[in-house]
C-alpha cells in the first residue's frame, strides 16, 4: 500500500476496493456520503497522504488498485488526453469527465474545478453544486483569472468567490470537502506574504484544505502550513524539488497532489517512443511497456482489488 495511505475499515472499506463489494446495495447518495466522510477523515488523521491524479478511467482503476485512499482530477491531464491545452476543457465536459472517474475509481474523488467556470461567485457556486452532482466529495477552486493582464483576482473578489463556493458546499447533504487555490507562483507572483494571506483569508471564510501550487521550498512550505493552521495540500512533480511524503508531514503538510505529473510521465515515455520509431526506426522502447495479458487482466477484474503491481 502506498506510504501515507491506510484507511481504516470502517471509514474506507478495504484499500484499493472502497466499498465496491458493498456498493451494488447501497443507494448513490449513501456511496457519496460514505465517500464524504471517509475523505474528510483523511484530513484529521496524524501524517500525510498522498491525493493521485488520474486522467481516465484506466488510470482511475489503476490507481485504486494501487491501494490510494481518495483520488484527485486534474484539469490539464484531462485537456492533454483530449489534444487540448489546460483550460480549454468546457464545464460540462469536465463534468462528465469527473463522474467518469468517480464510475471507475470507486474511491472518493476531489475535483480541480478550475476557477469555478466563471467570474461570478454565483457561478463558483453553481459549480460546486454540479461537481457534487457528478459525484465528487471534495472539489478546488482557484483564484486565477485565466487572463494574462490580470491573472489573479483581486483579493476580496477572491475571497468573496470562495464564501460562495463555501455556502454551496455546506448547503449539500454531505460533507463537501472545498479546497481554496491561491494562484500567485503558477502566476509569476512569487510573493509569500500575499499568498498566506490570501489562504488565510480563505480559511476564514469557510475553506476547508489550502493549497498554493508551485511552491516548493520547505521553508515557505512550512511557513504556510503554520500561517493557515489548516489542512495544506502541496503538489509535487510540477516543478522544483522533490520532497518526499515524510519530509512533507514533518513541515505540516496533510495531502499531496501530483496534478498533471503522472499524464506528463506517461506521454513522456510515449514522445520518447515516437521519437524513437521516428528517427532511428528501432522499436527498444518495447521493452519497458506493460505486457497486454496484464493489462486485460487487471481491466477484466469486477472491481479495483489490491494488486502488486511489479512486485
Not at 486522467?55 to 483520488?71: E, I
Request: glycine share 10%; hydrophobic share 45%; aromatic share 6%.
Amino acid at each position: 500500500m502506498p506510504r501515507g495511505c491506510k484507511p481504516k475499515p470502517d471509514d474506507c472499506g478495504a484499500p484499493g476496493t472502497f466499498l465496491i463489494a458493498s456498493e451494488s446495495a447501497m443507494s448513490r447518495s449513501d456511496v457519496q456520503a460514505r465517500h464524504a466522510e471517509a475523505f474528510r477523515a483523511l484530513h484529521t488523521r496524524p501524517g500525510a497522504f498522498i491525493i493521485p491524479n488520474p486522467w481516465d478511467a484506466g488510470t482511475a482503476r489503476l490507481l485504486a488498485m494501487a491501494g490510494f485512499p481518495a483520488l484527485a482530477t486534474t484539469s490539464a491531464g484531462f485537456a492533454f488526453s483530449k489534444g487540448l491545452p489546460d483550460n480549454a476543457i468546457g464545464r460540462d465536459a469536465m463534468l462528465q469527465h469527473i463522474a467518469d472517474i468517480v464510475a471507475a475509481g470507486g474511491l472518493p474523488v476531489s475535483a480541480d474545478l478550475e476557477n469555478g467556470f466563471g467570474d461570478e461567485p454565483a457561478t463558483v457556486a453553481e459549480t460546486i453544486r454540479l461537481a457534487a452532482e457528478a459525484g465528487a466529495v471534495g472539489g478546488s477552486i482557484e483564484d486565477a483569472t485565466g487572463r494574462a493582464d490580470k491573472p489573479i483576482y483581486a483579493h476580496d473578489a477572491a475571497v468573496e468567490r470562495i464564501a460562495a463556493a463555501v455556502d454551496a458546499a455546506r448547503a449539500l447533504p454531505f460533507p463537501f470537502t472545498l479546497t481554496a487555490r491561491c494562484e500567485n507562483y503558477l502566476n509569476g507572483r512569487r510573493d509569500l506574504a500575499d499568498t498566506i494571506a490570501r489562504l488565510v483569508a480563505y480559511r476564514d471564510a469557510g475553506a476547508d484544505v489550502l493549497y498554493a501550487p508551485g511552491l516548493t521550498d520547505p521553508d515557505d512550505i512550512a511557513a504556510v502550513t503554520r500561517a493557515v493552521s489548516a489542512p495544506v495540500n502541496v503538489v509535487m512533480g510540477l516543478q522544483g524539488g522533490l520532497l518526499s511524503l515524510d519530509a512533507l508531514a514533518a513541515l505540516g503538510v496533510k495531502r499531496v497532489s501530483v496534478g498533471a505529473a503522472l499524464a506528463r510521465a506517461a506521454l513522456g515515455a510515449f514522445l520518447r517512443g515516437a521519437t524513437e520509431m521516428a528517427h532511428d526506426g528501432t522499436f527498444t522502447f518495447a521493452a519497458d511497456a506493460i505486457p497486454g495479458r496484464e493489462l486485460n487482466r487487471w481491466f477484466a477484474a469486477p472491481d479495483n482489488s489490491p494488486v502488486s503491481f511489479g512486485r
